[in-house]
């Protein structure tokens, strides 16, 4: 039986792994499905604040490359992700919502990063948080408030709102 987009982009991550290692689908696909996904919903969301669309689809590219000549890199192979932009992702923008680090770029990524990474995890981008992670709410001086999805004059929280508003609405 075959899925649709929506069928696969809705499964787990186990499904997922499972359909780009067996081929069911790309990583491409999947990473093209999820930014598709975001485009739709992001913009009454604001929930993901720096797109990083263009290397996620190059390096798309090299996941599924490296799955047909065999070889597997970790168990996210070719998996989309998003990151919160209060950890540090290398060579791209981590501002913890305020403004004196609105253009920092870290060298390094933060541990947890590097260990997506190095399973195999792709970045699509980074997600909405409060400054500094310190509020109830979702909603700072650089990127402003993040919406819920599912009432859009509420937030979903704060720390984490903006993963949070992209898992409700299905996008990552």
Not at 10 to 15: E, F, I, K, M, V
Not at 98 to 120: H, I, Q, S, Y
Request: hydrophobic fraction near 40%.
């Amino acid at each position: 039986m075959r899925l649709t987009m929506d069928e696969i982009l809705d499964s787990s991550l186990a499904q997922m792994a499972h359909a780009i290692t067996h081929k069911t689908i790309s990583s491409k696909q999947l990473v093209t499905g999820f930014l598709d996904r975001i485009e739709r919903v992001n913009p009454r969301l604001n929930a993901l604040v720096y797109s990083n669309a263009e290397n996620a689809l190059k390096l798309a590219d090299k996941s599924d490359a490296e799955l047909a000549a065999g070889n597997l890199h970790g168990p996210l192979h070719g998996i989309p992700m998003t990151i919160k932009d209060s950890l540090e992702t290398k060579d791209v923008v981590t501002t913890w919502g305020t403004m004196g680090r609105k253009d920092f770029r870290p060298g390094r990524d933060a541990t947890c990063v590097a260990r997506l990474r190095n399973a195999g995890g792709i970045l699509l981008g980074k997600t909405n948080t409060p400054e500094f992670t310190l509020a109830f709410k979702t909603d700072n001086l650089v990127y402003g408030r993040t919406n819920n999805p599912y009432d859009l004059t509420r937030t979903p929280g704060g720390s984490s709102g903006g993963a949070a508003a992209l898992i409700a609405a299905g996008a990552t």
